[in-house]
């Protein structure tokens, strides 16, 4: 069955268009911020857990942590190449 193209299916296909465009619209207005709202609190609860782990420590006492000093060993740092400046002729 073939359609042929008209003034009539060419206003049905824009009409279609522009419903799913608002429907999309309608959906998202109300679908984002439901989302939004569950992450933002996943993340404050994420961010609690993580703040009550650290309160074994006493109020007024200061832990400070800081990673080891990696030492540079010299016999691991590569060999030494000794270079010259090579002078190169200009002639204009």
Request: charged share 25%; proline share 5%; hydrophobic share 35%.
């Amino acid at each position: 069955m073939l359609f042929e193209a008209g003034y009539i299916s060419l206003i049905r296909t824009i009409l279609i268009f522009i419903g799913i465009y608002y429907a999309f619209k309608f959906i998202f207005r109300f679908l984002v911020p439901i989302i939004l709202q569950r992450f933002i609190k996943k993340q404050a609860s994420k961010f609690s857990n993580n703040n009550t782990s650290n309160s074994n420590y006493r109020t007024g006492e200061v832990h400070i942590k800081t990673p080891p000093k990696n030492h540079a060993n010299p016999k691991d740092l590569g060999d030494y190449v000794p270079y010259e400046e090579v002078e190169e002729n200009k002639e204009k």
